[in-house]
């Protein structure tokens, strides 16, 4: 794995988790839970659930110059894709690309407009990551 596919990785976990954190912000509890696991280090993972293990979910894997997405939506139903790391498009819209599908097949019930609020509010939060803005 290249050293510029990990540090993309760490910066688009860092925009997927403040996404999720403004998408509990937004519905005022805790709707989501991430976690990052790099026991691993060929294949660091990034993880959503929703709650019980039958719910939706989101696994996304970096495995050398892609991100493998494994997902399960509400109806129990699961899917897997996976995109290269392209110049061409820049971390938080990596990031909100790997989301968005998921988001919109698990959680058709919430408002489309409380979603992008979410996403708006997590894209102009300031980020930790030395040398990029939010």
Partial sequence: MSAQSLERWTRIV??????????????ERQVLNADEDRSDPDRPT????TGADASPSLSASLEGPLIC??????RGVSCATEFRLSPGRD????ATYVLQQWMERCHPTETKSTADMACTMSLNAPTTTPGKSG
């Fill in 46 to 49: 990034f993880t959503i659930q």
């Fill in 91 to 94: 971390d938080d819209q990596a």
């Fill in 69 to 74: 997405v494994r997902s399960r939506d509400a």
């Fill in 14 to 27: 860092a925009v997927m988790t403040r996404m999720v954190g403004a998408y509990n912000v937004a519905f």
